[in-house]
């Protein structure tokens, strides 16, 4: 009876081995499939498939790879509203052909119409040039809204508004014309004289002298001439006072807003490939005379400063203009014909 018990026992122990290194091996051969199964699904969501397409960055700042699987160091950037050139895409990634090929994950992509800026983007500001007729090259900014309120507005908005445009400038180009490459402004107490140094005449040594000056207008309210120059990869505006001869510059085209009181400049630069906001305050009582409240680089977006869309301030007193982010500011054709706009209020 004994040794039936032991026998017993030790048949027990045998099946239980067994049942235990069936079920291992099922559980491991389950845990080997959903491996294989999740390492394939894996390689399936990233398979690329040709695909020809633009898509935009609709984030301030994303990173980019150089492998589809989005594992690579994060130094290499995209900004809002960069215009990607895709050649194919997985589920996750697009393919971009931009110099190289590189990896951009799609949710960080849209349409343009997703390229959104907020009220903080629209006023964020990387640089004081100037501030209260200081140099403020060294003070670490973040925004230029004590100054001025921007906001997003429609196309339609802006078609209206433009048919009220205060005109402050009257462009009598023909009036004061250049003889030999100078121009001659008459002032009530003296002749002004601008003379081109043109880099394309033999008699001029070094490019860098370039100066290149344009007559656009004059400002009868505030008795100034509008000039424009251009130099060796640099530009701007100044006025020369009608009376005086004074001249009084500026970081770029000024625009007089309807109450007399600020002075605005809004431009790109090409060379730098930024845009410029500035705000003047008229202070003079019985002599013109401007002080600079701020001169500021925007951050986030490019005005378009020529062309059939022009800035210009409304009878209402809020300046307006049509931009880009600086990543889709061109395309194939020049100035990008599709545009956000804006309306700038001085504070």
Same mark, same amino acid.
């Given at each position: 009876?004994?040794?039936?018990?032991?026998?017993?026992?030790?048949?027990?122990?045998?099946?239980?081995?067994?049942?235990?290194?069936?079920?291992?091996?099922?559980?491991?051969?389950?845990?080997?499939?959903?491996?294989?199964?999740?390492?394939?699904?894996?390689?399936?969501?990233?398979?690329?498939?040709?695909?020809?397409?633009?898509?935009?960055?609709?984030?301030?700042?994303?990173?980019?790879?150089?492998?589809?699987?989005?594992?690579?160091?994060?130094?290499?950037?995209?900004?809002?509203?960069?215009?990607?050139? &895709?050649?194919?895409? !997985?589920?996750?990634? %697009?393919?971009? @052909?931009?110099?190289?090929?590189?990896?951009?994950?799609? +949710? *960080? /992509?849209?349409?343009?119409?997703?390229?959104?800026?907020?009220?903080?983007?629209?006023?964020?500001?990387?640089?004081?040039?100037?501030?209260?007729?200081?140099?403020?090259?060294?003070?670490?900014?973040?925004?230029?809204?004590?100054?001025?309120? &921007?906001?997003?507005? !429609?196309?339609?908005? %802006?078609?209206? @508004?433009?048919?009220?445009?205060?005109?402050?400038?009257? +462009? *009598? /180009?023909?009036?004061?014309?250049?003889?030999?490459?100078?121009?001659?402004?008459?002032?009530?107490?003296?002749?002004?004289?601008?003379?081109?140094?043109?880099?394309?005449?033999?008699?001029?040594?070094?490019?860098?002298?370039?100066?290149?000056?344009?007559?656009?207008?004059?400002?009868?309210?505030?008795?100034?001439?509008?000039?424009?120059?251009?130099?060796?990869?640099?530009? *701007?505006?100044?006025?020369?006072?009608?009376?005086?001869?004074?001249?009084?510059?500026?970081?770029?085209?000024?625009?007089?807003?309807?109450?007399?009181?600020?002075?605005?400049?809004?431009?790109?630069?090409?060379?730098?490939?930024?845009?410029?906001?500035?705000?003047?305050?008229?202070?003079?009582?019985?002599?013109?005379?401007?002080?600079?409240?701020?001169?500021?680089?925007?951050?986030?977006?490019?005005?378009?400063?020529?062309?059939?869309?022009?800035?210009?301030?409304?009878?209402?007193?809020?300046?307006?203009?049509?931009?880009?982010?600086?990543?889709?500011?061109?395309?194939?054709?020049?100035?990008?014909?599709?545009?956000?706009?804006?309306?700038?209020?001085?504070?």
């Amino acid at each position: 009876m004994k040794y039936k018990s032991v026998k017993v026992i030790l048949l027990l122990f045998s099946l239980s081995i067994l049942l235990f290194n069936c079920q291992f091996f099922k559980n491991k051969e389950q845990k080997e499939e959903l491996t294989t199964s999740e390492h394939v699904e894996d390689e399936k969501e990233e398979i690329f498939t040709e695909i020809r397409k633009h898509v935009y960055i609709i984030k301030k700042e994303v990173h980019y790879y150089k492998d589809p699987k989005g594992e690579t160091e994060k130094e290499w950037v995209y900004y809002l509203g960069d215009r990607l050139n &895709v050649t194919a895409q !997985s589920a996750h990634f %697009y393919k971009v @052909e931009d110099n190289e090929t590189r990896f951009v994950r799609k +949710e *960080d /992509t849209g349409n343009y119409e997703d390229i959104i800026l907020t009220k903080k983007e629209l006023e964020a500001s990387s640089t004081f040039l100037i501030e209260n007729d200081k140099d403020a090259m060294d003070k670490e900014v973040t925004n230029f809204s004590r100054y001025f309120s &921007v906001s997003l507005i !429609s196309h339609e908005e %802006y078609l209206t @508004e433009l048919k009220n445009k205060y005109v402050f400038l009257t +462009e *009598d /180009t023909l009036a004061i014309t250049k003889k030999d490459k100078m121009l001659i402004l008459p002032c009530k107490d003296t002749l002004v004289k601008l003379k081109d140094i043109d880099p394309q005449d033999e008699s001029v040594e070094d490019d860098m002298d370039m100066a290149i000056y344009d007559y656009i207008g004059k400002v009868d309210l505030l008795n100034q001439y509008v000039i424009r120059g251009s130099y060796f990869e640099a530009g *701007d505006y100044f006025f020369i006072d009608k009376d005086t001869g004074k001249k009084t510059s500026l970081i770029g085209k000024p625009f007089l807003s309807p109450d007399g009181k600020h002075i605005v400049c809004l431009n790109m630069e090409e060379m730098d490939g930024v845009g410029y906001i500035s705000l003047y305050e008229m202070v003079g009582k019985t002599t013109f005379k401007l002080k600079t409240k701020v001169e500021a680089i925007i951050s986030y977006w490019l005005p378009y400063d020529w062309g059939k869309e022009p800035i210009f301030f409304s009878k209402k007193g809020y300046l307006y203009a049509s931009m880009n982010p600086s990543g889709c500011y061109y395309d194939s054709e020049g100035a990008n014909s599709q545009r956000k706009y804006v309306k700038i209020r001085i504070k």
